[in-house]
């Protein structure tokens, strides 16, 4: 079984509706954070929480909120979707119990806003 | 502001060839550095990470990257392309261990 998992995968919805991506994972990490990925831009940080308590905003937050329902869960809203918030997201975890700590990846969700 | 910069969004090398993937980072202190593999309709995996402890660092299939703190360069390498080895690549750096920051990607395409 899959670390971190991301559901759905795949998610085609219209303009407007309200959508809503999950991240569970069984890593036991602290940290979790949103990204995601367009052709030719990498990855942008859209939230991130090193605890249930704590979120923060990345470098494109406006339009995506997120919720920490424990701390193996951590969930991006689009409150209403837009076109241009069709991408790839990513969910990532990390340990921050010691330093130089990498991240681990889901696999992604493919989401198309028509 | 962090940044990190990945010269060529594409390469090309043929099966047996040299892979030298470029990244640059802008920071006055070293940051944590690291390299992903993106694999298609995968999520990133760490290939390698520099600890510090040598500047040359050694990764899982064959990578290795080797630190350079005067021309602020953490570029992967592998002595010898597989078909395998064609993928996304991405150059990370993290100032203090909390956010990440990615560079664009290199597509990495093996030619057989």
């Known amino acids: 079984d899959a670390d971190v998992t991301q559901t759905p995968r795949n998610r085609i919805t219209k303009t407007g509706k309200r959508i809503m991506l999950e991240c569970s994972q069984t890593k036991g990490h602290d940290r979790m954070y949103w990204y995601r990925q367009d052709p030719g831009l990498g990855l942008q940080l859209i939230y991130y929480s090193f605890d249930v308590k704590d979120i923060n905003k990345g470098e494109i937050s406006d339009g995506y909120s997120v919720s920490r329902q424990a701390q193996a869960k951590f969930s991006l809203s689009l409150e209403s979707a837009i076109p241009n918030q069709t991408a790839l997201y990513f969910c990532?975890?990390?340990?921050?119990?010691?330093?130089?700590?990498?991240?681990?990846f889901g696999d992604g969700t493919r989401l198309s806003i028509l | 502001a962090q940044s990190v910069t990945q010269l060529g969004s594409h390469v090309s090398v043929s099966e047996g060839a040299l892979v030298l993937l470029r990244c640059n980072y802008s920071?006055?202190?070293?940051?944590?550095l690291f390299w992903y593999v993106q694999y298609p309709n995968q999520g990133l995996q760490l290939l390698l990470k520099y600890t510090s402890a040598a500047t040359l660092v050694k990764g899982i299939n064959g990578f290795e990257a080797e630190f350079k703190k005067s021309e602020t360069s953490f570029h992967l390498t592998k002595p010898s392309a597989h078909m395998s080895d064609a993928a996304e690549y991405f150059c990370?750096?993290?100032?203090?261990?909390?956010?990440?920051?990615f560079g664009t990607g290199t597509s990495l395409t093996v030619i057989p």
């Open positions: 920071s006055s202190v070293p940051p944590y």
């Open positions: 990532a975890t990390s340990d921050g119990t010691g330093i130089n700590q990498p991240q681990h």
């Open positions: 990370a750096v993290s100032p203090t261990g909390n956010q990440f920051y």
